[in-house]
């Protein structure tokens, strides 16, 4: 039986988001200690720098650069935004960081889907990630352009 987009719920009963697609090959959910940015090497700091957007109008919200978005992400009032980060980018790239499956001996805490219906599940990742930024307290002050 197939349940409309949005309303799947994982094993246990819990709400999967929009962006999480169908079942995963192999079985249920892996286990595994979780995903930070830094371990990742997406925390900011080092490698190329940034160049800053030019500021907007008053009218229009507030700019900011890359390391402020990440600093502000890194924030602990938007530590549910910064997981459904991590959880999309885990769902794609697994816990090798080059796109293969988990192995037999890895447990990840997330469904693992790759490349497969990529284009999609982005459009679904970004909508809900609007939505969400748009009314959370560390983010509306920022308008569409921020």
């Not at 994982?10 to 999480?20: D, H, S």
């Not at 978005?69 to 960081?97: H, Q, Y």
Request: proline share 9%; aromatic share 8%.
């Amino acid at each position: 039986r197939r349940a409309r987009a949005g309303a799947r719920a994982a094993p246990g009963g819990a709400r999967r988001p929009p962006w999480a697609g169908g079942g995963r090959a192999g079985g249920g959910p892996r286990r595994g200690p979780p995903i930070s940015f830094q371990s990742r090497g997406w925390g900011g700091g080092e490698g190329g720098a940034e160049k800053p957007k030019p500021k907007q109008p008053d009218n229009e919200g507030v700019t900011i650069t890359y390391n402020e978005f990440i600093g502000r992400l890194m924030r602990p009032e938007s530590k549910d935004l910064a997981k459904l980060v991590r959880t999309f980018i885990s769902s794609i790239l697994g816990p090798n960081g080059d796109g293969s499956p988990p192995g037999r001996n890895q447990s990840v805490d997330y469904d693992f889907y790759g490349s497969h219906m990529l284009q999609r599940r982005c459009e679904l990742f970004f909508k809900e990630m609007e939505t969400k930024m748009s009314t959370h307290v560390s983010w509306k002050d920022l308008g569409e352009d921020g």
